[in-house]
């Protein structure tokens, strides 16, 4: 997981960001706010977490499926560790 270590500084900054967004949602719920705004908020934070996501399978593609140098074994268990993760998360 190289890519995570070298990224290791923008990811936290980003999984911080995401724990505000959802903190927001729970003021907002526990202050019985307006479901309208509610619901953007949700729909931000679910955006925020899917393009957390994007950058993960990105840095796992590029470090551990279309790396040079990888082995066919590497690369294929590599791809195929990915798929399960993409099925999982699509659901």
């Not at 840095?59 to 082995?71: D, K, N, Y």
Request: aromatic content about 2%; some cysteine.
């Amino acid at each position: 997981m190289a890519h995570v270590v070298s990224d290791k500084q923008k990811l936290l900054d980003r999984i911080r960001r995401i724990a505000g967004q959802v903190a927001a949602v729970e003021r907002q719920l526990q202050g019985d706010a307006d479901c309208s705004a509610t619901l953007q908020l949700v729909a931000s934070v679910r955006g925020a977490i899917g393009g957390l996501m994007d950058e993960l399978i990105e840095g796992h593609l590029r470090e551990h499926v279309a790396h040079p140098g990888l082995s066919d074994t590497a690369r294929q268990q590599a791809a195929d560790e990915l798929l399960a993760l993409i099925r999982r998360y699509g659901k």
